[in-house]
């Protein structure tokens, strides 16, 4: 019993990790002569779960996934003035988490 609650409280202690969610830095004309193409606006979606309230699924890359997929949308570099949004829905097994990217799709074009 008490190897148990060692394994347990080894368990609890672990948890999980993730790497850092990181989104490149806004552009800024005023900023190092850049100069950038809007292209539009532009949104993107990811899923991620949890199988049995425990068991992460997707859930640490669905924020630069979505981010990605509404840069790429127009074929730009990065967003401006992003805007997020998440939604979840549970079930008996499995919880969703549905993660939204807004924003305005630019390409920088000081890049030679």
Known sequence: MK????????????GCSSMPVKFPAP???????????VLGE?????????????????QNSRFEKAYDEAVQKLGG????????EERWW??????GFVFTVKGTVVKDISKK
């Open 42 to 58: 532009s949104e993107g979606n990811s899923v991620g779960m949890l199988l049995f309230g425990l068991i992460p699924i997707n």
């Open 77 to 84: 570099d990065r967003l401006l003035n992003p805007t997020i």
């Open 90 to 95: 549970w079930g008996f097994i499995m919880d």
């Open 27 to 37: 552009l800024d004309n005023q900023v190092e002569g850049r100069d950038y193409k």
């Open 3 to 14: 190897k148990l609650l060692i394994v347990l409280v080894v368990l609890a202690l672990a």
